[in-house]
């Protein structure tokens, strides 16, 4: 078994044609097959069930083909290791928008000094099924999830913070706590559909049977809170992204009597995922400076 028989093997396994794996590898189709039936006796497997003209992997192509990607992984990993190449890395981060405007920037900031060839490229997730999407089609690296619990059992998940979400308005005069029916009175500037802090608020009043009358919703949090200083409405958000706005008096918080669940950040990565020292690396400083938020 050499590597070129299972790189020719992960391609077939990919594609499903011996056809198309020789196109895209540049060998001859005879040598496809005399490849793949090499592995086969080695192993002692049947690594393909042909059908007609069509391939589809056994159990035993299966398991093969993830210990082969491992394989031609640490091949790649210990040559650029002992040519001391420096190509660049890229990182990709899930985050909230309220997650990369607040907390992120003090994160980048000291994890850049410590792998400064590092590219990191942001993407919007919004909902856990979001991140566990892309988690597992290789488009994260890792996210920072901000929502009630729930068990995933793909996701490799580590507690950062207990948020607290709060009802916010132009300022006013203290008044008593809000009831659902009184809420479900005000005009509500929410985030988009989707988001996390949004769907808690909606099953929350869905569980009183009340639903806001009128409703405008937002891409930017950023929009929202100047529309409420404004005096167009109330919203509802986690209180950091207003912690600004409430200590300068442009925006008051709203008491209600709705039983607000735990909403709590996470940072979670693919369990199966083999970590990269970098990616270890920015991990232990997003909960090392989360843990001091919470202090």
Request: proline share 4%.
């Amino acid at each position: 078994m050499d590597l070129k028989q299972l790189q020719t093997f992960l391609t077939a396994a990919e594609t499903l044609s011996f056809t198309k794996t020789a196109q895209l590898l540049d060998y001859a189709q005879s040598s496809i097959t005399a490849q793949v039936k090499t592995l086969e006796q080695e192993l002692g497997v049947n690594l393909f069930e042909r059908l007609g003209k069509r391939i589809i992997l056994t159990e035993e192509g299966k398991r093969l083909q993830q210990y082969a990607k491992k394989m031609l992984e640490l091949d790649r990993e210990m040559k650029k290791a002992i040519s001391n190449e420096q190509e660049q890395v890229l990182l990709k981060v899930g985050a909230q928008e309220s997650q990369c405007v607040y907390r992120l920037p003090s994160i980048l900031q000291q994890f850049q000094q410590v792998h400064p060839h590092v590219k990191i490229i942001f993407k919007p997730v919004h909902t856990t099924d979001i991140a566990k999407k892309l988690l597992q089609v290789g488009d994260l690296d890792v996210a920072f999830i901000t929502d009630t619990y729930q068990e995933t059992s793909m996701l490799q998940r580590q507690r950062l913070i207990e948020e607290q979400l709060i009802f916010v308005s132009a300022p006013i005069e203290r008044m008593e706590p809000l009831s659902a029916q009184q809420l479900a009175l005000e005009t509500m500037l929410l985030t988009e559909t989707g988001c996390s802090y949004r769907n808690h608020l909606e099953a929350l009043l869905q569980l009183e049977g009340v639903r806001p009358l009128q409703m405008i919703e937002f891409a930017s949090i950023e929009a929202i809170k100047q529309c409420v200083i404004a005096g167009l409405g109330m919203t509802f958000l986690p209180k950091m992204v207003v912690e600004k706005e409430l200590t300068m008096g442009l925006v008051t918080e709203i008491p209600s009597t709705l039983k607000l669940a735990p909403i709590y950040t996470d940072i979670a990565w693919h369990k199966d995922k083999d970590l990269p020292p970098c990616l270890l690396d920015f991990i232990a400083i997003a909960k090392q400076k989360y843990q001091t938020l919470g202090d």
